[in-house]
């Protein structure tokens, strides 16, 4: 599987806007950019997915570079509630998509 | 809106015992998996699951493990003779036709003593 490379952490204000960068520079072209994030004792939960233009949905939206070497997850305004691991994940469009998890970026919300 | 269900929400059992994680996944999902994740490590695929047959299996899914849905709603993983190196949470998941979107259930925390 295509590997994906996250930071660790990082630290946001609460109702500022986060950018979450994901770089994965061996991203074949049939390889779909999925975005999920993991709650405080939580199981993990979808947050977006693409595979070249950019989208947006009623949690994030997710900017993806035109070689699509990297990509951005924008969470408009942070709340508390969004405190979690964001993890960055490619899977191929066939097959029954399993997913392989990082170690992803831990998000920190600050009130 | 439509959920993964799990149960038990919390299993303890002693080392060489079987167990069996049980999970509903949403009712017309096609595709069901199970991961696991051991304390402060990341999440792990274990094994998919499609048309009543296994899709495909990490190295984790050996001989002791086995999945099953033995009806139109249940999808269970189960272990043989568990170690203590099975202690971690599990979870299941399912998704329908859409690729990414997969919905994990709550967990179930496996304690082997």
């Known amino acids: 599987d295509a590997k994906t490379t996250q930071p660790n952490s990082m630290e946001s204000n609460e109702e500022e806007p986060v950018h979450l960068p994901c770089n994965h520079s061996?991203?074949?072209?049939?390889?779909?950019i999925h975005w999920y994030r993991q709650l405080p004792s939580q199981g993990p939960e979808y947050v977006i997915h693409?595979?070249?233009s950019n989208v947006n949905n009623r949690m994030a939206s997710l900017a993806i570079a035109e070689d699509r070497k990297s990509s951005t997850l924008i969470l408009h305004r942070a709340t508390l509630r969004d405190a979690a691991v964001y993890y960055c994940?490619?899977?191929?469009?066939?097959?029954?998509?399993?997913?392989?998890f990082g170690t992803g970026t831990r998000l920190t919300v600050i009130p | 809106e439509p959920e993964v269900t799990q149960t038990p929400s919390h299993q303890v059992t002693q080392m060489g015992q079987e167990v069996i994680l049980r999970c509903v996944p949403i009712?017309?999902?096609?595709?069901f998996y199970w991961y696991r994740q051991i304390l402060g490590q990341k999440v792990e695929f274990l094994v998919s699951?499609?048309?009543?047959?296994?899709?495909?299996k990490s190295e984790i899914f050996d001989d002791q493990f086995s999945v099953e849905r033995p009806d139109g709603s249940n999808f269970t993983l189960k272990i043989r003779s568990t170690k203590l190196e099975d202690s971690a949470m599990y979870f299941c998941?399912?998704?329908?036709?859409?690729?990414?979107?997969?919905?994990f259930g709550p967990g179930t925390r496996l304690t082997v003593t």
């Open positions: 009712s017309n999902h096609l595709y």
């Open positions: 699951f499609y048309n009543n047959e296994i899709s495909e």
């Open positions: 994940i490619l899977r191929d469009s066939g097959g029954a998509n399993n997913l392989f």
């Open positions: 998941a399912s998704r329908g036709l859409v690729v990414g979107e997969q919905y």
């Open positions: 061996t991203i074949s072209g049939t390889d779909y």
């Open positions: 693409g595979l070249t």
